[in-house]
C-alpha cells in the first residue's frame, strides 16, 4: 500500500533532550512537509523540501532541524532551542506539478517535560 | 498568516447537507482553493479543490464566487463520520496556509 509512515505515534522526552521524528513516504512523491498542531489550532508549516538535497524555513522553524537525504525520507529533529516542543506533529508529502493536494501521515504525539 | 476566514463551528442534521462557508478576500490569481478535513488526532484528508470554476467529486462540491473571494464547501447528505475539523486552504505554489478551520458537529 503507498502511503506516509510517521513513527512513533507517541513519544516521551526530557526537557533538554533532541528528538528526531521519522517520516517515509512511498508514494514517489516529490515534495515533502512537516507541519505543527497545537490543541485546537490549525497547521502551522516548519519545514518543507521540494527536492532532495534542499529544503526551506516554513513559518515557525525555530528550533527545529531536517534533512533530505533521500526521497523517500523527511526526518525533523525537535532540538532542545525549541522553547514549546510538545505538539502533534504531522508529515505531509505531494508531487510538484499537476495534481497537488498533500497526502497526510498519522501524526506523532510529543510530549516533552 | 492565514489566507483564509472561517467560522469556528457549525451544526448539521444527519442527512441534511452542510454548507461550510470560507472568505479569501487576498486570493491571486494562481492560488487554488483546497479543502481538507481532519478527524480527530488523525492526519488531514484532502476534500476536494478548485481555481475558478465549480467542482464536484464523490466526497462534496466546491462553489467558487465569481471574484474569487468566497468558496463553499458542501457536504450534500451529512453523516455522522462527516464530523470534522474541516480546513478551507489557499495554496501558493507549493506551500499551503492552514487556518483554524470550522469544527462540523453532525447531529443525530
Known sequence: ?113 | DAKTTQPPSMDCAEGRAANLPCNHSTISGNEYVYWYRQIHSQGPQYIIHGLKNNETNEMASLIITEDRKSSTLILPHATLRDTAVYYCIVRDFNKFYFGSGTKLNVKP
Not at chain 1, 29 to 53: C, E, F, K, T
Not at chain 1, 55 to 63: S, T, Y
Open chain 1, 1 to 113: 500500500d503507498g502511503g506516509i509512515t510517521q513513527s512513533p505515534k507517541y513519544l516521551f522526552r526530557k526537557e533538554g533532550q533532541n528528538v528526531t521524528l521519522s517520516c517515509e513516504q512511498n508514494l514517489n512523491h516529490d515534495a515533502m512537509y512537516w507541519y505543527r498542531q497545537d490543541p485546537g489550532q490549525g497547521l502551522r508549516l516548519i519545514y518543507y523540501s521540494q527536492i532532495v538535497n534542499d529544503f526551506q524555513k516554513g513559518d515557525i522553524a525555530e528550533g527545529y532541524s531536517v534533512s533530505r537525504e533521500k526521497k523517500e525520507s523527511f526526518p525533523l529533529t525537535v532540538t532542545s532551542a525549541q522553547k514549546n516542543p510538545t505538539a502533534f506533529y504531522l508529515c505531509a508529502s505531494s508531487n510538484r506539478q499537476g495534481r497537488i493536494e498533500q497526502y497526510f501521515g498519522p501524526g506523532t504525539r510529543l510530549t516533552v517535560t
